[in-house]
């Protein structure tokens, strides 16, 4: 069965606290891995789309990496704008409209 | 770019009325629309997947006499929620996807419905 386990289901950081994220993945066939970042009260902002094991992206303070297991969020002396809940999810190759699995979220506070 | 808006941001209405939320993208075309719903400190649930012009796949679960969507242009999809009861106070968020090879969803600012 398709699943997306992220962790730590929540996590506190010191202003200029770097940190990593995780979003592991089991799927058959994997199309792309996408991030999103939610805050409170508002719709999913995209962040970053992964496709390959070997793939990085970066946005400002925020570098996504991909491998066949599982994708890691690293922040990197993150601020208190960084705070709000890092959703990841999956998409398969084959049917289903090519819809997105969901993980649960990490939800961020960063201190200042 | 890749910008998705919804209306209204929130409603409350009455126990048996009817409500109406639009999604919309202003500056793609968005060939696939998709309806979630939201609950407290929880992630996404997806509801339905709606092709322009098709009529809209539901999720196991969710009533589609319930629920009605449309999505009558590459523009605009619809999200009636007929004779709303308190459980369906929920978040309300629409995504988008456009005919790039990316499939990336974008998302809408979600409204909120509470129903007393």
């Known amino acids: 069965e398709d699943q997306v386990t992220q962790s730590p289901e929540a996590l506190r950081l010191q202003e200029g606290e770097s940190s990593s994220l995780n979003c592991s993945y089991t799927?058959?066939?994997?199309?792309?891995l996408f991030w999103y970042r939610q805050d409170p009260g508002k719709g999913p902002e995209f962040l970053f789309t992964?496709?390959?094991?070997?793939e990085e992206k970066e946005k400002e303070r925020l570098k996504a990496t991909l491998t066949k297991k599982e994708s890691f969020l690293h922040i990197t002396a993150p601020k208190p704008e960084d705070s709000a809940t890092y959703l990841c999810a999956v998409q398969r190759y084959a049917g289903n409209n090519r819809k997105l699995i969901w993980g649960l979220g990490t939800s961020l506070a960063v201190n200042p | 770019g890749a910008v998705v808006s919804q209306h209204p941001s929130r409603v409350i209405c009455k126990s048996g009325t009817s409500v109406k939320i639009e999604c919309r993208s202003l500056?793609?075309?968005?060939?696939?629309m998709f309806w979630y719903r939201q609950f407290p400190k929880q992630s996404l649930m997806l509801m339905a997947t709606s092709n322009e012009g098709s009529k809209a796949t539901y999720e196991q679960g969710v009533e589609k006499d319930k629920f009605l969507i449309n999505h009558a242009s590459l523009t605009l999809s619809t999200l009636t929620v007929t004779s709303a009861h308190p459980e369906d106070s929920s978040f309300y968020i629409c995504s988008a996807r456009g005919h790039s090879s990316t499939d990336t969803q974008y998302f809408g600012p979600g409204t909120r419905l509470t129903v007393l």
């Open positions: 500056d793609f075309q968005a060939t696939t």
């Open positions: 799927v058959s066939g994997l199309r792309g």
């Open positions: 992964l496709y390959s094991a070997g």
